[in-house]
C-alpha cells in the first residue's frame, strides 16, 4: 500500500490544502476509493479492520476515538464518500468492533442542521437491516443508547411526529416506527409504574390514586390490561409480607380490601378482569406462602365487584 499525504480537517468540517501540491488526495487502498459501495465490496474492505483488530485487541479502543474525530466532520466528505462510511460502520458496530456508542458523535448541532446526521444514521441502520436483521437495528440503537433519542437527528423545526414517520419511511426503514412506537408505551408504562409506587407508597387516598391514574391512561392511550397489572404490582410490593403462612392470608385481604376500589374501576373489561385474575394466579404460585389464599382473594374481588 502506498503512502501519500493527506489533507487536514479544519473547524467545521472543511478540508485545509495548506501545504499540499495539487490538494488532498488519499492512500491507494481506502474505502473511499473502493470501485463501487455494494455492501460485498466493502465489507472486503471492512475485513481489513477487522482482522488487524482481532489480532491486536488494543487497536480496538484506538479505533473507537479515532471514529468519533472522523464522524464529527462528515462534512468534508462528499455524499458518496459518507454512504461508504455509513456502510462500513454498520459493519464494524454489527460485529462488535466498534461500540455503537460512537453513533451518538452524529448529535453534533452543525450535523443534525445540515441534515448529515439524520442521513448517515439512517444509512448505518438501513445497512444493519439488510447485511442482518431488524433485531440487530434495534440492538444497535439499544447498545447506543439512541433509542429514545432518534428525533433528535431532525432538524430543531421539523421535529415532529409526522416529519418523523415520513424520514424513516423514506429511508426503507418503517420498521423504527415500531421500535420507537414501543418505546412510547414502555415508557408510558414506567411513568404509571412510578406514580403507582409513590402513592401507594405514601399511603395516598385510593380515590386520589384513580383519578390519578386515569388521567395518565388516556394521556398516553394506555389499555386497561396493562393498567391492572401495573396497580396489582405496585400494591403487592408496597407490603413487607409475613413468613408464616397461617398469618398472610388476614393480610393480604385486608391490604386487598382497601385497594378494591381501585381495581375495581380499572377492570371494566373482561379482559382486563382475565389479566387480574392472571396475575393472582401467578403471585401466589410465585411466593409459597400465599398458595392457600388465591381462592379467598378471587371471592373476596368477586363480592367487591
Known amino acids: 500500500m502506498k503512502r501519500r499525504t493527506m489533507g487536514q480537517t479544519t473547524p467545521g468540517g472543511g478540508i485545509s490544502e495548506d501545504g499540499i501540491d495539487g490538494g ?82 452524529l448529535l453534533q448541532d452543525h450535523l443534525v442542521k445540515d441534515g448529515l446526521a439524520a442521513d448517515f444514521i439512517c444509512e448505518v441502520l438501513l445497512t444493519a437491516k439488510n447485511i442482518r436483521d431488524v433485531s440487530t437495528v434495534r440492538s444497535l440503537l439499544r447498545k447506543a443508547g439512541l433509542d429514545s433519542r432518534l428525533m433528535e437527528f431532525l432538524q430543531a423545526n421539523k ?43 405514601e399511603g395516598a387516598s385510593v380515590r386520589d ?40 392470608a388476614d393480610q393480604a385481604l385486608k391490604h386487598l380490601r382497601v385497594y378494591a376500589p381501585l381495581f375495581a374501576a380499572n377492570t371494566q373489561s373482561d379482559r382486563a378482569e382475565l389479566t387480574l385474575l392472571v396475575k393472582v394466579q401467578e403471585f401466589c404460585y410465585d411466593n409459597m406462602n400465599f398458595m392457600k389464599v388465591f381462592q379467598k382473594i378471587v371471592v373476596l374481588f368477586y363480592r367487591c365487584e
Open 159 to 201: 421535529r415532529t411526529d409526522e416529519n418523523f414517520k415520513n424520514l424513516f419511511q423514506q429511508k426503507g426503514l418503517a420498521e423504527i416506527l415500531g421500535i420507537h412506537r414501543n418505546l412510547e408505551k414502555e415508557t408510558s408504562l414506567k411513568e404509571l409504574q412510578i406514580y403507582l409506587t409513590q402513592q401507594v407508597g
Open 24 to 105: 488532498p488526495v488519499r492512500t491507494d487502498m481506502c474505502i473511499f476509493g473502493s470501485p463501487d459501495d455494494g455492501y460485498e465490496t466493502l465489507a472486503s474492505y471492512s475485513n481489513v479492520f477487522t482482522r488487524l483488530m482481532r489480532r491486536y485487541k488494543y487497536l480496538e479502543k484506538m479505533f473507537y476515538e479515532e471514529m468519533k474525530k472522523v464522524l464529527v466532520y462528515l462534512k468534508g466528505f462528499t455524499e458518496g464518500d459518507r454512504m461508504r462510511l455509513a456502510r462500513c460502520v454498520a459493519m464494524w458496530c454489527s460485529d462488535s468492533l466498534l461500540d455503537p456508542k460512537v453513533l451518538n458523535t
Open 209 to 248: 390514586i384513580t383519578v390519578g391514574v386515569q388521567e395518565i391512561a388516556k394521556k398516553n392511550n394506555i389499555m386497561e390490561p396493562q393498567i391492572i397489572s401495573a396497580i396489582w404490582a405496585s400494591v403487592m410490593e408496597a407490603v413487607e409480607w409475613n413468613k408464616k403462612e397461617e398469618l398472610v
